[in-house]
């Protein structure tokens, strides 16, 4: 299995940053924070082509995980990308099924596969 799921859009940067936070608001989740990384990179000297990341979350998923092991919280919330590279633009997010293959006594294997199909869908939406 990937690590990501990753996929590219016909949109411009800065209107698939939005489409991914009008996704993630329309599939239940609230967006938290929305880092500009090559903006604070470009604050120190780095210059790069644009990349975004996008913390979300949806109280309930992230409710039961920590119910099962409080240190799940190291991984959450829940992160979708969205950058450029060779002239295109992608967006992407750790698969969020993972995390129970890291914390396998907190048996959260069908939270996480819930989360997961509800991410790929935020990141579809926001693609199309």
């Given at each position: 299995?990937?690590?990501?799921?990753?996929?590219?859009?016909?949109?411009?940067?800065?209107?698939?940053?939005?489409?991914?936070?009008?996704?993630?608001?329309?599939?239940?989740?609230?967006?938290?924070?929305v880092h500009d990384v090559a903006e604070t990179l470009a604050e120190k000297g780095f210059d790069r082509a644009p990349v975004s990341i996008i913390e979300m979350c949806n109280a309930g998923f992230a409710s039961k995980v920590l119910d099962a092991d409080i240190t799940i919280g190291l991984m959450l919330p829940c992160p979708v990308m969205?950058?450029?590279?060779?002239?295109?633009?992608?967006?992407?997010?750790?698969?969020?099924?993972?995390?129970a293959q890291f914390f396998p006594?907190?048996?959260?294997?069908?939270?996480?596969?819930?989360?997961?199909?509800?991410?790929?869908?935020i990141i579809d939406s926001a693609a199309e």
């Open positions: 299995m990937d690590l990501d799921y990753t996929v590219s859009t016909a949109k411009p940067y800065r209107e698939a940053v939005e489409a991914v936070i009008g996704s993630a608001e329309a599939h239940g989740f609230r967006v938290q924070f969205v950058y450029e590279k060779d002239d295109q633009v992608w967006i992407a997010t750790m698969r969020p099924s993972l995390i006594d907190a048996e959260i294997g069908s939270v996480a596969d819930e989360v997961e199909g509800r991410m790929v869908a």
